[in-house]
């Protein structure tokens, strides 16, 4: 599975970004697609996951409310509609894919698959 991530940019604060992973290969029904963040300094951190059988998704506290996460089946790729966006949310964002439990879904290291990274810059 190869994952290639977009959609990132500069925006001001209040504006709203929807970043892609386009993934190629077979995605069975049981594999979780998630988005990760990693800013400046600071270890790279869970934003959102989907099953890719829509079955469950989750979010951390700090995007609950602003960012949605969706996939589309057809074309094999996950989205992740960030509004509301501050600066806090400044970061390279990541998507990634694995076969694996739900209740390993934040953790980073448990993903075998991960795209290149976008850049999301929030700023004034």
């Known amino acids: 599975v190869q994952l290639q991530a977009s959609g990132g940019g500069l925006v001001q604060p209040g504006d709203s970004l929807r970043l892609s992973c386009a993934a190629s290969?077979?995605?069975?029904?049981?594999?979780?697609m998630g988005w990760f963040r990693q800013a400046p300094g600071k270890e790279r951190e869970f934003v959102a996951v989907i099953r890719w059988d829509g079955s469950h998704i989750d979010y951390a506290d700090s995007v609950k409310g602003r960012f949605t996460i969706s996939r589309d089946k057809a074309k094999n790729t996950v989205y992740l509609q960030m509004n509301s966006l501050n600066p806090e949310d400044t970061a390279v964002y990541y998507c990634?894919?694995?076969?694996?439990?739900?209740?390993?879904?934040?953790?980073?290291?448990?993903?075998?698959?991960w795209g290149q990274g976008t850049l999301v810059t929030v700023s004034s």
């Open positions: 990634a894919a694995s076969p694996l439990i739900w209740g390993a879904r934040a953790q980073f290291n448990a993903y075998r698959y």
């Open positions: 290969g077979q995605i069975a029904s049981n594999y979780l």
